[in-house]
């Protein structure tokens, strides 16, 4: 499923027009982006839980030379999967 695709559904199930639904899925977006680049967490009880995880720098090598190369540390989102997906998945 896309982004378009999502839109419908969720037109859809909710009877919002697919302005009103598009609406809301880029304010849900934005509402994410937003509480992890300020550093919160984000817990969808049932759904999930979105989070911000360090990485630590570390030593890779250039695939083309063979040479060691230094990663820098960053952050990167990450989405743990509640009971509920879980459940509805299998």
Known sequence: ?????????????????KNDASGAVEGVFDAITNALSGGDEVRLVGFGTFSV????????????TGEPMTIKASNQPK?????GLKDSVN
Do not use: C, D, Q, Y
């Open 53 to 64: 995880a360090k990485r630590k720098a570390s030593t890779g090598r250039n695939p083309r």
């Open 1 to 17: 499923m896309n982004k378009n695709e999502l839109i419908s559904a969720v037109a859809a199930s909710s009877g919002l027009s």
């Open 79 to 83: 989405f743990k999967a509640g009971k």
